[in-house]
Structure formats: C-alpha cells, structure tokens
C-alpha cells in the first residue's frame, strides 16, 4: 500500500464544473502539498499545507490532520486547468513523498 | 528571478552507459533534492543535499550517486544504465525557511 494515495486517478469534468480530488496518508506529516504537472513535465507547487483550509482564485485545498486526509477543489473549472494533480507529503523530514496523480480533463 | 533549471532537456542513452544530469536551484536556496519519475507514477525521491552534504538516500542502487557544490548547484549521475532508468529526473529546490519546494522541468532520460 502506498503512503500517499489519491483519488480518483482519471476526472473527467464539464467546464465551469466543481471538482475535488481526494488525497489520503498513512504517515505522520509535517506538511502536505498539491502539485500541477502538465504534460512538458515541469511541475508548479499550489498549495502547502499543515492545518486547516488554504484559497487560490478558484482553488481550495484543506487537510484533517486527524483523518490523514486532505482535499483539493477547483470552482467553476476551465480547460486551462487539465492537468495531473499530485498530493505529497513531508514525513517530517525535507523528502517528499508523492501520490501517484490525478489526472484532470477539463473539456468546454 | 530565474526558477529552477535544468539541463539537459532531453537525453537518449545505451544501456550500459553513464549520464549525468544538471541542476541549478534558485539563487539562494541551499538545499537541492532529485526525483525520478517513470511515466504514469508519482516521482520518488533519489537524494537530498543541503550544503554540499546529503541529507538525505532513498531506495535506489549505488549506480546512482549525486553530489552539490560550493554554489549550490548539483548534479545526478547514474552509471550502467538499465532500461528502466528511462524517466523524467526532477530537480527541487527549498528555501532555508519553509518547506515549500521549487521544481525544475526536468530532465526527460530515454535509454535504448
């Protein structure tokens, strides 16, 4: 079983659509983060997390450190959002240790 | 300010042979992290270096080795190259304060 797991692993959404992707852990964290990566490879931090609820124009990430569970939502989605979604975690030390993705298609 | 940056891009390489990959974190960031990514996973971390010193090994075979130097910038390199070392190597950077990392766009590895 991996310690970060996602999902779902495939969305398929509807522009303007509200959208969640779920993150679980097995670990301990000191910190959790959603990452974009489109398809060049190159990857963009969203969020850091280690409480509560953070919001970026139309995205919000929270985290339950009690449920080892964190969410990241995206209101009124656009095709520009189509990407993979990728949940990591600090198990207390500077590595991460990454889910394996979700990949989000936005179509118009 | 530039980003993080890597080089090279692309690469194809023989099995059996030896690379070595480039990585230039944000100019003041001291600790420099590698990850390899095979297509359709989540990267998994390789080495972290924090002033000039490793901080830091995951599960990967001694062909792998990895060093930092006074400015910083590092490199990854990988000997006897087996076919399933094929993936895109990320560089990540951090800050002192924070755990915020920085990526690179990687480095795309074919061996044929």
């Known amino acids: 079983k991996n310690e970060v797991e996602q999902s779902p692993q495939n969305l398929t959404a509807q522009e303007g659509e509200f959208i969640t992707i779920n993150c679980s852990y097995s670990?301990?964290?000191?910190?959790l983060h959603w990452l974009q990566q489109h398809p060049g490879g190159g990857i963009v931090s969203l969020f850091m997390?280690?409480?509560g609820k953070k919001k970026h124009g139309r995205l919000i990430a929270t985290i339950n450190i009690q449920e080892k569970h964190s969410s990241l939502h995206i209101t009124a989605s656009h095709p520009r959002d189509s990407a993979v979604y990728i949940c990591?975690?600090?198990?207390?030390?500077?590595?991460?240790?990454f889910g394996t993705g979700t990949r989000l298609q936005v179509f118009p | 300010d530039a980003g993080v940056t890597q080089s090279p891009t692309h690469l194809i390489k023989t099995r059996g042979q030896h690379v070595t990959l480039r990585c230039s974190p944000i100019?003041?960031?001291?600790?420099v992290s590698w990850y390899q990514q095979v297509l359709g996973q989540g990267p998994q971390f390789i080495f972290q270096?924090?002033?000039?010193?490793?901080?830091g090994r995951g599960n990967f075979p001694d062909r792998f080795s990895a060093r930092q130097f006074p400015n910083y910038s590092s490199e990854l390199n990988v000997n006897a190259l087996l076919l399933g070392d094929s993936a895109l190597y990320l560089c990540?950077?951090?800050?002192?304060?924070?755990?915020?990392?920085?990526f690179g766009q990687g480095t795309r590895l074919t061996v044929v």
């Open positions: 100019s003041g960031h001291k600790s």
């Open positions: 997390l280690s409480s």
């Open positions: 990591a975690v600090n198990d207390g030390t500077d590595k991460l240790i």
């Open positions: 670990v301990g964290i000191s910190a």
């Open positions: 270096y924090y002033e000039k010193e490793e901080r």
């Open positions: 990540a950077s951090r800050p002192d304060r924070g755990r915020r990392a920085f």
